[in-house]
């Protein structure tokens, strides 16, 4: 047969060089009736089979292979033949090629069994739907790789996406990435379409019946939303944005992100979201921005009172003055230690409150906030929780676990006044002297509070009051210096306060005391 290429030269042959058949066939070493059936076709001849290459070894075996894969309509899901226990199955009945034959002969049955998948072009209005879903990714945050988890709402009609990392799939993330996109949006989609989201559904009953998670419920009562749960296993139902998902990981997620905190990566997801709106998606007249304007008319307005993003929970204080939440131990100021108190958790943060008056004239109120720990079985300190056990204790100072962790991180005058303390004052003096210091950071900010101690360093100033002063002189405004007054215009003026004291009349004061 002769190839694409050969048959090319030999048309360039005749029709261009004007080459005669019989010289194109005795150059090119083909028959002159190759040569006519080059140059009277306009298409090279496709190759086909007439019939299917005979397999030996293979062919005695096919009709079995074809009765077990049909036994596999019957068979539980995950006890069905595969290839290769076909391939085992009929070694032992005598089959003698190889494993590679059976795959593809086995590949292509199933093939013919198979309809190709199709489904129903659909179009939405303005303000109508939106769909939610999470995905993973890979992330350097804090100089640490680590895969986040990626919340993502799609609105159906213009295509705008809002998307947010965070460390886990937790409910109050999964209420603040609403929350945000609502605000994203300018509005709230008439209804949102999820998968069976563990944070929306709390038992797959039957069918499209769910028993929905109370809080759920109560957030979407907030936002006047309809909701509508996705048919298991039917992932093409909520199509859009589970290519959102895709889109964000091969376009924002590539090459993989590096930033210091979540909040610089969420900064930085966020311009890629605004940047998306000069998109055009293909089969659309306008950008996704130009058509969420249109869109955004039609969504439903946003509440007055945002819903509160936390998890709250009644916990019990410890005897090392610490609440546990999800194993974790979050530090109380020692002298807000109650037995109760409540533990807001944020999707960033935990919150301490103390509760309500019975009478309700004192309401909750916080008395402690930190960073909320993904891990596990770990102690979240604040320092300055434990100054006012440490000044009755001043013995436990070299000891206490939240202040040897606070000391790896102090500038080198803390070391430096520490040092200088306990020098002029070794039975324990400088200690507390040292204490009252550090207790300067519950009322002024940490850099403030360094500068003071440096200069009361460079004055000599070694105690407590002497680095009070210098931080109540940083702290003050900075003086502005008045223009002198110009009397130019009144010269009777000029010599008032210059002029010599008369001391005449405190004489005459004097005379009339006495008298």
């Not at 261009?16 to 010289?23: A, L, Y």
């Not at 303005?126 to 709402?153: C, H, L, N, R, S």
């Not at 969420?266 to 998606?281: F, I, P, T």
């Not at 955004?296 to 929970?313: A, D």
Request: with cysteine; net charge positive.
């Amino acid at each position: 047969m002769i190839q694409v290429e050969q048959r090319e030269t030999l048309r360039q042959m005749y029709y261009h060089e004007q080459t005669p058949i019989r010289e194109i066939a005795r150059k090119a070493k083909v028959s002159r009736q190759s040569v006519r059936k080059a140059i009277s076709e306009d298409d090279p001849p496709v190759y086909t089979l007439s019939k299917p290459r005979a397999k030996p070894r293979l062919d005695p075996f096919k009709e079995r292979i074809e009765q077990m894969l049909g036994e596999n309509k019957t068979l539980p899901r995950k006890q069905r033949y595969t290839a290769h226990r076909i391939f085992q199955l009929l070694q032992k009945e005598g089959y003698g090629g190889s494993e590679s034959n059976v795959r593809a002969y086995v590949g292509h049955l199933k093939q013919s069994y198979q309809r190709p998948k199709t489904f129903l072009p659909l179009e939405f209005e303005p303000g109508q739907d939106g769909q939610v879903d999470w995905g993973e990714a890979e992330a350097w945050i804090g100089g640490i790789k680590q895969t986040v988890q990626i919340f993502v709402m799609r609105l159906n009609y213009s295509r705008r996406a809002f998307i947010r990392a965070y460390p886990a799939q937790k409910q109050e993330a999964f209420f603040e990435g609403h929350v945000l996109a609502f605000q994203h949006f300018g509005g709230v989609p008439q209804r949102l379409a999820y998968d069976n989201l563990a944070a929306a559904v709390k038992i797959l009953v039957e069918g499209r019946v769910r028993e929905e998670q109370r809080s759920f419920v109560a957030f979407r009562s907030h936002y006047l939303f309809q909701s509508h749960f996705c048919t298991p296993g039917q992932g093409h139902e909520k199509g859009g944005v589970e290519h959102a998902v895709g889109f964000t990981r091969r376009n924002f997620m590539v090459p993989i992100p590096k930033a210091g905190s979540f909040e610089e990566l969420n900064a930085y997801l966020l311009a890629e979201c605004l940047s998306d709106d000069g998109r055009v998606v293909a089969g659309q007249s306008a950008s996704i921005g130009q058509l969420w304007q249109m869109e955004k008319p039609q969504l439903r307005p946003l509440p007055l009172r945002q819903f509160e993003c936390c998890v709250t929970r009644q916990a019990r204080l410890t005897p090392y003055s610490q609440l546990s939440y999800e194993t974790n131990r979050y530090s109380v100021p020692v002298e807000e230690a109650r037995a109760n108190l409540i533990i807001k958790a944020y999707p960033f943060r935990v919150d301490i409150l103390r509760e309500a008056d019975s009478s309700g004239l004192i309401k909750a109120q916080v008395i402690a906030s930190h960073p909320r720990c993904y891990g596990r079985e770990q102690d979240v300190f604040n320092p300055l929780h434990y100054l006012k056990l440490l000044e009755q204790r001043p013995g436990a100072f070299e000891y206490a676990k939240p202040l040897k962790r606070w000391r790896e991180d102090w500038p080198p005058v803390y070391h430096r006044m520490l040092e200088r303390l306990k020098t002029k004052w070794p039975e324990g003096r400088g200690i507390k002297e040292f204490i009252a210091i550090l207790k300067l950071h519950q009322t002024h900010p940490a850099a403030l509070v360094e500068e003071a101690i440096t200069q009361a360093l460079a004055w000599g100033c070694v105690h407590f009051d002497g680095v009070n002063h210098c931080l109540y002189q940083k702290s003050q405004p900075v003086q502005m210096t008045l223009p002198l007054l110009d009397l130019s215009g009144r010269p009777e003026l000029a010599l008032v306060g210059s002029q010599p004291l008369d001391l005449g009349g405190y004489d005459q004061l004097l005379k009339e005391k006495r008298g």
